[in-house]
């Protein structure tokens, strides 16, 4: 017997179907045309249909059943409590280079939550293994034609990726990718790239492998793994170097030139930290595809840099913008990316002289100097570096060193306490290039 789904409302629309037939917070959607509803997905499905027999079920266990007839793309105006309307589903896998094994202890419940649910992967981008993904869900993306699906591939040698993630099914899985492949649906994929591991022959392998999924596979990113000083126990593992990054360039650069000859995109990308460490120029705009895999560090820096530069033409034709009263403020970075934010400041401070900017790179003491994405900056390390600095009017903090929504660092101090620690009015600036320009020059402000 399938099992029974109940899903929480949470909220009804106001004006919606839903408030229309007194659906109320509390309660529970049972079923739509006779279809137990899994999760979300099964949800919206089904109530794509223009007539509906809804079943819900009152807190006091009445079972109301609701006909509904509607136009085929009107949302019923229901809002669950689980967004998901499911559990969401934890990775079991142990892998070599995973991030939050080396989170110190300590830190808030959520950090240590891996995530390797597949419906995760179309709503919200996150990337899977494919070890957590049974025969089901597969039939249920294909059913329902869900992608792009996001996929951590990592390597495409079996036995090496059994190794890899510590989990005996993880080359077995790999054979979900021929599925989507055959169905028709599009892909993403994301390698961690691990020196010794499968760098080198290992990496040229997996591409060529890759590409034989074109173009349902459209994009991979390849990006370093990333080490905190929070390793004991785990697999010895280290950094590239500068020399061993530019290889990786060339290599991903010569499978670039190949795909862009045969389909027309370039399909293989390095992360830009690879370019900053091997002190290369960053590629142009037009060789990352329309920007497929920004999330994972890939064209982040070239198109922040675009923008910048055309928001910094705009600012200059703006006459109220040439004469202002000095206006002294600060900002921080990591320090991966301190060389061309500084290139940035320079030249925002030579096109406008009253303008004086503070740039102050954070070493990352908090996760371990090897950390030095702006990303992973926390609010102790901010205000132990920035203690007695000339800070300005205001300074100002790049969004993505809080949780998204809120105003909270990964070590779980708030923006209010490094206001009050450095005693000055702080603002948070989105990393676009056009953000950085207005807020830094006050435009709009």
């Not at 105006?77 to 990775?91: A, K, Q, T």
């Not at 992360?271 to 560090?297: H, K, M």
């Not at 301190?338 to 401070?349: H, N, T, Y």
Request: with cysteine.
């Amino acid at each position: 017997m399938e099992k029974l789904h109940k899903h929480i409302v949470g909220s009804v629309v106001r004006g919606s179907i839903a408030e229309e037939l007194e659906i109320e917070p509390g309660d529970a959607v049972i079923s739509i045309n006779d279809q137990i509803i899994e999760d979300i997905f099964d949800y919206q499905f089904y109530t794509q249909e223009e007539e509906l027999v809804l079943v819900v079920e009152k807190p006091d266990g009445e079972q109301w059943e609701l006909e509904i007839e509607k136009e085929a793309s009107e949302d019923l105006g229901i809002v669950f409590e689980n967004g998901l309307m499911d559990s969401y589903r934890s990775c079991h896998n142990k892998c070599i280079f995973c991030f939050i094994d080396q989170n110190p202890k300590g830190m808030r419940e959520s950090l240590y939550f891996k995530d390797d649910d597949s419906r995760l992967s179309f709503l919200q981008g996150n990337y899977v293994t494919l070890t957590n993904m049974s025969d089901h869900d597969v039939d249920r993306i294909i059913k329902y034609r869900l992608s792009p699906i996001n996929v951590s591939i990592h390597t495409m040698n079996p036995e090496l990726r059994c190794k890899m993630l510590h989990n005996r099914f993880a080359g077995e899985a790999l054979k979900k990718i021929d599925r989507f492949y055959e169905a028709g649906i599009v892909m993403n994929g994301q390698i961690v790239l691990v020196p010794e591991w499968n760098d080198g022959k290992e990496l040229e392998f997996s591409i060529e492998q890759m590409m034989k999924y074109l173009p349902q596979l459209e994009s991979v990113s390849v990006v370093p793994v990333g080490l905190s000083k929070y390793r004991e126990g785990l697999e010895p593992l280290r950094t590239f170097t500068k020399e061993e990054s530019a290889e990786v360039i060339d290599l991903i650069e010569k499978y670039q030139r190949i795909a862009y000859e045969k389909y027309g995109y370039h399909f293989i990308h390095a992360s830009d930290e690879w370019y900053i460490v091997a002190g290369r120029e960053l590629p142009e705009a037009d060789r990352y595809d329309g920007y497929l895999q920004l999330d994972n560090g890939v064209g982040q820096t070239r198109l922040m840099l675009d923008e910048f530069h055309e928001a910094l033409k705009r600012a200059k034709a703006m006459p109220e913008m040439l004469n202002r009263p000095k206006r002294t403020i600060s900002t921080v970075c990591g320090t991966l990316i301190s060389g061309i934010m500084r290139q940035i400041v320079d030249e925002l401070m030579e096109a406008f002289p009253w303008l004086d900017l503070r740039l102050y790179p954070i070493v990352n003491e908090f996760y371990g100097e090897k950390i030095t994405v702006t990303g992973l900056l926390v609010g102790q390390d901010i205000i132990k570096q920035l203690k007695g600095k000339e800070l300005g009017e205001r300074l100002f903090l790049p969004e993505n060193v809080l949780r998204s929504g809120d105003d909270i660092f990964l070590d779980d101090l708030h923006v209010p306490d490094v206001e009050s620690a450095l005693q000055v009015h702080v603002g948070i600036v989105k990393s676009s290039g056009r953000e950085l320009v207005n807020s830094y020059l006050g435009i709009g402000s």
